[in-house]
């Protein structure tokens, strides 16, 4: 069974910015794409970035494209997302997410983390 935990969410001006972190137990980490997700208060959740299992492949939402980067590092079973140049717009729940495949997409995860609130003031 595979558990996600989020942490470094928080307020932040606009314009600053934010690193989230997910740390992996069980399951097969480094064999898998990972993912961030986000949900803002009367909003379907949405996706922000993706990363493939060796960290060759990325996506981002058209949102959050030269804003925000995607890096994992398998040995300490960790996705990060760095989160600049923050937005009022990018307030909401950050999740992370397990794919259990190794390729990218902004769908088709198995395994999510309990979310972190990120909130821009402007």
């Known amino acids: 069974q595979v558990q996600l935990v989020e942490s470094g969410g928080g307020l932040v001006q606009a314009g600053g910015s934010l690193r989230l972190s997910c740390a992996a137990s069980?399951?097969?980490?480094?064999?898998?794409?990972m993912g961030w997700f986000r949900q803002a208060p009367g909003k379907e959740r949405e996706f922000v970035a993706a990363i493939s299992w060796n960290s060759r492949s990325t996506d981002f939402a058209d949102s959050v494209k030269g804003r925000f980067t995607i890096s994992r590092d398998n040995a300490k079973k960790t996705v990060y997302l760095q989160m600049n140049s923050l937005k009022p717009e990018d307030t909401a729940v950050y999740y992370c997410?397990?794919?259990?495949?190794?390729?990218?997409?902004?769908?088709?995860?198995?395994?999510w983390g309990q979310g972190t609130q990120v909130t821009v003031s402007s």
């Open positions: 997410a397990d794919r259990s495949v190794p390729w990218v997409d902004t769908r088709g995860y198995d395994y």
């Open positions: 069980g399951g097969s980490f480094s064999n898998y794409a």
